[in-house]
């Protein structure tokens, strides 16, 4: 029986000039090994740390939960680097077993949650699956029906509604692959959220509305989609104004690291601003480890680019694989991914 996290703690667990294709370390630049660029290298290292090659867990008060997001992202990289699609396979697989993906999305009565619902749906899509019939299982009906009149898709639970613009946009992103597309009242609502410096903020209508890097960028990809040009670049202007001069993103406490600057880095090249994605990829090759660092951390990309922590290291180097390859949600595939995990070996 798998236990599920409460909706908090789902919450945070759900909430990625060009260089030389080298790795670093401060002394010296060691080549890759042959057909093995940074994102495969990255994406070779994510791919070892699963669990018995198919999911992460997270550890509270000493006991292991799923953390089918985490899984998710490591499907996302994948697919985006190339590689490991024997490894995406399993993690898929493994997600989309019925008690863990009920523990994930909610049993579609009493409890359904827009978020995992939709980065399900989108990373069976990613990997050509057919997500209205997941272990019997329509993700998309079930989507469709948590939009609310207004257009905003929220959480059904007894624990409350806690779907913010991650959950909308990845709903918009799994919604526009389908037959039937995104409905426009739900990009509208996304557009309307967008705060006066052009940016979009993690939660709607708070007293003061604060844009934030990670909802940002997520938002621009889903209005991208959604066919909404104007309200994805005032996202994109206000991501480019917020960028730091050593090319990286800050999350909602100041901090430049891996994770923001991923997804930052996956609008910027989709919304057609090579030189601030070149150099958001440019933060993202400085946190790569390199031949400098014990093997079993090498490919890996750093959180913060402090004292490299594996805790941390799984979930920035998801993200950042993302924002080096520059692929977006929107067309992501695994479809010519090949299998194995790419090891970067050194001298």
């Known amino acids: 029986m798998v236990v599920r996290l409460s909706r908090h703690r789902l919450l945070a667990l759900f909430c990625g000039v060009l260089v030389a294709l080298t790795l670093a370390t401060p002394a010296t630049a060691v080549p890759a090994h042959p057909g093995v660029d940074r994102a495969g290298a990255a994406a070779g290292w994510l791919a070892r740390q699963l669990v018995d090659g198919e999911r992460f867990e997270v550890v509270f008060d000493g006991v292991a939960y799923p953390d089918q997001g985490l899984t998710l992202d490591a499907v996302f990289a994948f697919a985006a680097a190339g590689v490991a699609d024997d490894f995406g396979t399993r993690a898929l697989a493994w997600v989309t077993r019925p008690d863990v993906r009920d523990g994930y999305v909610g049993d579609g009565g009493t409890e359904a949650y827009v978020g995992a619902t939709a980065k399900l749906a989108l990373a069976v899509q990613v990997r050509g699956g057919d997500p209205t019939d997941v272990g019997g299982v329509d993700l998309i009906a079930r989507l469709r029906g948590l939009e609310s009149s207004s257009g905003r898709f929220t959480d059904r639970s007894a624990y409350g509604n806690y779907s913010n613009a991650f959950s909308q946009s990845f709903a918009i992103l799994a919604l526009d692959r389908t037959a039937q597309g995104a409905p426009g009242t739900a990009a509208t609502w996304l557009a309307g959220t967008r705060c006066p410096d052009g940016g979009y903020p993690l939660l709607p209508a708070q ?8 909802a ?12 909404r040009p104007a309200a994805a670049a005032a996202g994109l202007r206000w991501l480019v104004s917020v960028q730091g001069a050593n090319g990286s993103f800050a999350d909602s406490s100041g901090v430049p690291n891996a994770n923001s600057t991923g997804l930052a880095a996956q609008a910027l090249r989709t919304g057609h601003r090579p030189l601030a994605w070149a150099r958001a990829r440019a933060f993202l090759v400085g946190l790569q480890v390199g031949c400098g660092a014990a093997p079993a951390d090498r490919g890996a990309v750093d959180f913060d680019d402090g004292t490299f922590d594996p805790a941390t290291a799984t979930r920035a180097t998801g993200q950042a694989v993302l924002g080096l390859t520059g692929d977006g949600y929107a067309t992501l595939s695994a479809a010519t991914a090949g299998s194995g995990a790419p090891v970067l070996t050194c001298p």
């Open 207 to 214: 007293p003061v509305c604060t844009s934030d890097v990670d």
């Open 216 to 227: 940002t960028a997520l938002a621009v990809q889903a209005l991208q989609a959604a066919g």
